[in-house]
């Protein structure tokens, strides 16, 4: 139990921080045990045990998710949360949360990947662009449609070395509705 073993770390004189990196959980999570009693830690995971929480409606797919992608994190579980099945009354750190109890509870531990950087070689003009993804609420003309709004999602291709670009208006997923050529990066 990650109780017991962060006491035996904190006796044997690991800090708190290095108890932190050597079980992959948070370091105020290592703070908060290490403050508890046995009793206490007990009634606080008896506590969990009977509490329902908000997203216990959706555990299936997070563990699916979980054993699936296990680097995954909690800023993506909300997104998926709020993108594909829609939850919209859950704040991201009871995300968080949640999913440190799953992985405890699952045994499903954290991987970090990591990742290689290097420097991109210059290409000539006309062989480099960049894409970027947004999203908009708009208000439209208030004559017209009593003062309602519109939301717009697009993506933007431009030329590095070129002050125009190509923005396409999308409405998810992704049926392209109409493009223009903008004049400058500034939607002129």
Not at 7 to 33: C, M, Q, T, W
Not at 45 to 73: A, C, F, G, H
Request: overall charge neutral; aromatic content about 10%; hydrophobic content about 35%.
């Amino acid at each position: 139990m990650i109780y017991i073993e962060i006491h035996r770390l904190y006796k044997e004189g690991f800090s708190k921080s290095a108890i932190s990196r050597k079980l992959n959980i948070s370091r105020n999570r290592v703070i908060d045990y290490l403050n508890k009693s046995p009793e206490d830690f007990e009634e606080f995971l008896s506590s969990l045990r009977t509490r329902e929480k908000k997203l216990d409606l959706y555990q299936r797919e997070i563990l699916d998710w979980l054993r699936e992608y296990p680097d995954l994190t909690g800023a993506q579980v909300y997104d998926w949360l709020e993108e594909k099945l829609g939850v919209k009354n859950v704040s991201e750190n009871t995300v968080r949360n949640y999913l440190n109890e799953m992985r405890d509870f699952y045994h499903i531990p954290k991987t970090n990947v990591s990742r290689t950087y290097s420097s991109v070689p210059e290409l000539p003009m006309g062989q480099q662009a960049q894409v970027d993804f947004g999203q908009t609420v708009v208000r439209i003309n208030k004559e017209i449609t009593n003062g309602s709004t519109l939301s717009l999602s697009c993506f933007l291709i431009r030329d590095i070395n070129m002050l125009s670009g190509l923005i396409v208006h999308f409405e998810p997923p992704m049926s392209f509705v109409c493009t223009r050529m903008l004049s400058t990066i500034l939607g002129e």
